[in-house]
């Protein structure tokens, strides 16, 4: 767990979903970097469409990246529609891209994705929390906050799957990368949330993929799934504070709107 302050309680929450050279993941990421910046960052001024995934070495290898193919977004305390507080640290694993070669950079003992992500100890010295794309070669002109003592454990992961059309990427190709990270995550035991990004953007038909996705049988209903737009906002808070109850195993959960409930009534 974080750390607790008073009486609130702290989860350490990792997003994660398809990531990787744009063979892997077509033209466009899923939108996770999007999802946490929302998240982490709420103010309008402070959301960027632009994140990055193909990197310098010297970028790599700076204090944010820190030779690590996840990122630390920080901090942040949010409420429940109950006024319950919670306090977040998220982590987003991602894969970073070597802008010379165009292929993943080697950290240690590197294995796929679909595995890699689901980690539940992770260790960083000195990483710097991630603000945006520009800080990267500029860090000391930026906030500068610590993961502190170089460690997290994550306590639940927000898995994202995309349901707008990217070119160069199938739906089948996300399906199949999709159902071997959520394979991996339930063996974690962790509560895991099923987010749709993009929302804003939809394609129905892998909307209802990703209902499929969540109602196979091996994972007896135990995936909850919640309809995402970082871009406008809509559900973002939700999805984090849902997992949150989850981990709490909170009696009570706040109530999921479906995506265009949740945007009439912002
Ligand atoms: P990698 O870390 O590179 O694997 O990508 P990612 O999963 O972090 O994706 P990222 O958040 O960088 O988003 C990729 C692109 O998707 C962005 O350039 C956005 O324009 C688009 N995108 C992200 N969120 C949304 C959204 O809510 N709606 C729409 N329409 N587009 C979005
Ligand atoms: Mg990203």
Redesign the pocket.
């Known amino acids: 767990m974080a750390k607790k302050s008073e009486n609130m309680r702290g989860f350490n929450v990792a997003v994660v ?1 398809l ?2 050279t744009e063979k892997d ?1 077509g033209q ?8 946490c910046n929302r998240f982490m960052r709420s103010l309008a001024d402070d959301y960027s ?3 990055i ?1 193909v990197l310098s070495q010297t970028d790599f290898s700076g204090r944010v990246v820190n030779n690590d193919h996840f990122l630390y977004w920080g901090e942040v305390t949010k409420s429940s529609e109950e006024g319950i507080e919670f306090l977040f640290q998220v982590i ?1 694993q ?2 970073f891209i070597d802008d010379a070669s165009f292929q993943p950079f080697k950290g240690s003992k590197m294995e796929p994705y679909v595995k890699r992500c689901s980690a539940t100890k992770l260790t960083s010295a000195e990483k710097l929390m991630y603000i945006c794309k520009n800080q990267l070669g500029i860090e000391k002109e930026y906030e500068q906050k610590v993961l502190p003592d170089g460690k997290i454990n994550i306590d639940g992961f927000l898995c ?1 799957f995309d349901v ?1 059309d990217v070119p160069c990427r199938t739906i089948e190709k996300q399906v199949e990368i999709v159902t071997g990270i959520l394979n991996n995550l339930v063996k974690t035991k962790k509560p895991v949330v099923l987010v749709t ?2 929302n ?2 939809a394609n129905e038909s892998y909307v209802k993929e990703a209902e499929r996705l969540v109602s196979k049988k091996e994972y007896k209903g135990a995936i909850l799934l919640i309809e ?5 906002n809509i559900n973002v808070d939700l999805a984090f504070i849902i997992l949150a109850q989850l981990i709490d195993r909170t009696k009570g959960r706040t109530k999921i709107l479906p995506f265009l409930e949740a945007a009439k009534i912002r």
Do not use: F, I, Q, Y
């Not at 466009?28 to 999802?35: N, P, Q, R, T």
């Not at 995402?228 to 406008?232: F, G």
């Open positions: 979903g990531s990787g993941k466009a990421g899923v939108g996770k970097s999007c999802l469409v632009d994140h995934s987003e991602t894969e994202v707008s990004t993009k804003d953007d995402t737009s970082a871009h406008e």
